[in-house]
């Protein structure tokens, strides 16, 4: 299996959806197959990588460090699976009731190509320019539909992730000066044997673009406005794909190419997932609109990504990952499934909010009860005690919110399609599947911490 | 409106320029320019005639007409010369003749798959440049005419909305 054939499937596949009327159904069905083929490429390419360990190719033969290497390993396997899971489902979604732009098919498919490059990519400018295939593809999308509130939206979303992404070169640009290498792993030999400082403020630098995207506490502020001005599909598209650049950065350049400065900056990062979870929680139980409420339930959530990460070693990155996992298809699912009308949608729903509550079956008690086991393992009161309060804050808002949408106010907003419908469902039930047997994905999830380096704490 | 001595001259511009984008796209093997700034120069040769005759006029050449198509082209030429190798089990972006073996020349151009690459990106570059400016140029008209035909009608209507009329 080669790391070339997802990519090249979705590459192609783009430029030929793009040709097409995408507001036609032919051509939509066309395009969620092309992504359900990526992702049926990925997911052979996944097994092959357990079997048989990591895979590179470097690009026209040149070896690493000369050129540019694409890379394929668990923990990018991981999160190229979810994102073309979430995209698949939310453009299904789309089609299946209607799509409203010819371009849309076509746009997701781009940016499931940015999403897989640049998580098999070992290079750090090639990734820069992955992520910038993938920001351009949703600067479109946050405006579709095109009322004057999605391109309110989209003007707040593109000025503030272009300010994100600048940071973000700064960055490369820095690590490019202090190490003198592009590729992911020789700069990650290099840098502890540089000085500290210069470091130091570069990881700073890259957790800040990061956090932009992740939408976490002090950079937030764009999220909830972009959140309730786009349509559900592209909300489900922003917070269950695209913020997983987010949280494999922060995995990727935080774990692995700056481990120390990862564990000096603990404390900050568990400062801030604390506000994170804490704020979100509030705010969100302040909120009245669905897409308000779950946008400022993300910001909550990725705190607890945050927090994983502070603790670091296997247990955290592990479960870092988990929760990044469940994360996004939890908002997926609600997204999609808070627009819907009907009792079998209401059902969907619950489970997300489920989910996002942390309660048994659903997949998120698994994500909680791992973050809950290594504070009462560490004997660190704290995170307990936040586990908790931001788990009952979580379970206020959700069900708030299911009382406002799906008992109190019945009317359809848009039209409720059995294709719709049946995708939920779908998605409900591998959240539940996932809370009843999560040994798989438990144990990918530490399979995938096994090639960052300093994993114990 | 331009005058008579700008609008030949950017018509007699049009050729050199082309041939020097070409020029420059050829050259990049052994010297400076590749298929980007080749784009670039040819497109801003094809720009200036909008400049000099005006959006409607700019829309009657054919180079403008097919702009679009030309970047679906290019992007197709380059990703084939991209993953075409992966077929035979090579890496991606291997290039033929491989490093190392000699090319056959034909004066400054080498005939090596790099050069169907940049021959790929000068489409796309062509292409989007010459088309989105195209498309606010066009768009510009437009407005021009719809204002004018309002004030003519004297009825202001409220701008019809545009939400459903740009479905397609």
């Known amino acids: 299996m080669t790391i070339a054939l997802p990519l090249a499937i979705l590459w192609f596949g783009a430029l030929f959806i793009a040709l097409f009327d995408g507001t036609r159904k032919p051509v939509g069905y066309t395009a969620v197959g092309l992504l ?29 460090g000369v050129g540019i290497a694409l890379r394929a390993d668990m923990l990018g396997i991981t999160f190229a699976v979810v ?15 209607d799509v409203k732009a010819r371009i849309f098919p076509a746009l997701v498919m781009f940016m499931g190509l940015g999403l897989t490059g640049l998580f098999f990519t070992g290079d750090a ?7 910038e295939i993938s920001m ?10 095109e ?66 995207k992740l939408g976490l506490f002090p950079f937030h502020f764009w999220l909830p406005a972009v959140y ?37 900056g603990a404390w900050v990062m568990l400062i801030l997932g604390s506000i994170s979870i804490v704020y979100g929680g509030v705010q969100a139980i302040a909120r009245h609109s669905p897409n308000e409420v779950l946008a400022y339930s993300t910001i909550g959530q990725v705190g607890y990504i945050l927090i994983a990460l502070s603790i670091g070693g296997e247990a955290g990155y592990a479960a870092a990952i988990l929760y990044a996992v469940i994360n996004a298809l939890n908002k997926t699912l609600l997204f999609l499934s808070a627009s819907l009308r009907g009792w079998i949608a209401g059902a969907a729903f619950a489970v997300g909010a489920f989910s996002v509550a942390g309660v048994p079956p659903a997949g998120g008690f698994f994500g909680k009860m791992v973050i809950f086991q290594i504070g009462i393992d560490d004997g660190r009161p704290l995170i307990v005690a936040l586990v908790f309060v931001g788990g009952a804050l979580s379970f206020v808002y959700m069900f708030q919110l299911y009382r406002a949408r799906f008992w109190i106010n019945q009317e ?40 960052l380096p300093e994993r114990a704490p | 409106m331009t005058t008579e001595m700008t609008r030949t001259t950017c018509r007699i511009l049009l050729l050199p320029i082309l041939m020097i984008s070409v020029g420059v796209l050829v050259k990049g093997y052994a010297d400076i320019g590749d298929g980007f700034s080749a ?37 197709f030429l380059a990703l084939a010369v991209a993953f075409l190798p992966v077929v035979s089990g090579d890496p991606i972006f291997l290039h033929h003749p491989v490093a190392g073996d000699s090319a056959t020349h034909f004066g400054a151009l080498e005939f090596i798959t790099p050069v169907l690459f940049d021959i790929g990106v000068f489409l796309i570059v062509i292409g989007f440049c010459v088309g989105s400016i195209g498309a606010v140029a066009r768009e510009t008209v437009r407005r021009e005419r719809d204002r004018g035909a309002q004030a003519e009608t004297r009825r202001g209507s409220p701008g019809a909305p545009a939400e459903r009329g740009d479905r397609r």
């Open chain 1, 412 to 451: 359809a907003d848009e039209a409720t399609t059995k294709g719709a419908l049946a995708l939920v469902v779908a998605l409900a039930l591998a959240i539940v599947l996932i809370g009843v047997f999560p040994e798989p994905l438990l144990s990918i999830s530490r399979e995938a911490t096994s090639i």
């Open chain 1, 83 to 97: 994102s073309l899971v979430v995209l698949t489902t939310a453009l299904w979604f789309e089609v299946s009731r």
């Open chain 1, 125 to 131: 400018f090639n990734f820069y320019v992955f992520f």
């Open chain 2, 39 to 75: 784009g670039v120069i040819a497109s801003l040769g094809i720009i200036l005639q909008g400049v000099a005759f005006g959006a409607e006029e700019f829309d009657r050449l054919p180079l403008v007409r097919y702009a679009p198509l030309a970047t679906f082209a290019g992007l």
């Open chain 1, 36 to 64: 359900a083929a990526a992702l049926a490429a990925t997911v052979a390419l996944g097994i092959d990588v357990h079997r048989h360990g990591p895979k590179e190719m470097g690009i026209a033969g040149w070896e690493a």
């Open chain 1, 228 to 264: 309730t001005g786009t349509r559900p599909a592209v909300a489900a598209i922003l917070s269950g794909a695209l913020a997983n650049i987010g949280s494999y950065g922060l995995l990727r350049f935080g774990a692995d190419i700056f481990p120390r400065e990862l564990r000096e």
């Open chain 1, 147 to 212: 009322s004057p509130r999605q391109l309110r939206a989209a003007l707040i979303f593109i000025v503030v992730n272009l300010l994100g992404s600048v940071l973000f070169l700064v960055g490369i640009a820095a690590m490019y000066h202090n190490t003198g290498w592009l590729d992911m792993d020789r700069i990650s030999v290099q840098t502890p044997m540089l000085e500290e400082n210069p470091v130091i403020l570069t990881a700073t630098i890259i957790f800040v673009a990061f956090s932009i």
């Open chain 1, 136 to 145: 351009v593809a949703a600067y479109v999308l946050a405006s579709y539909g």
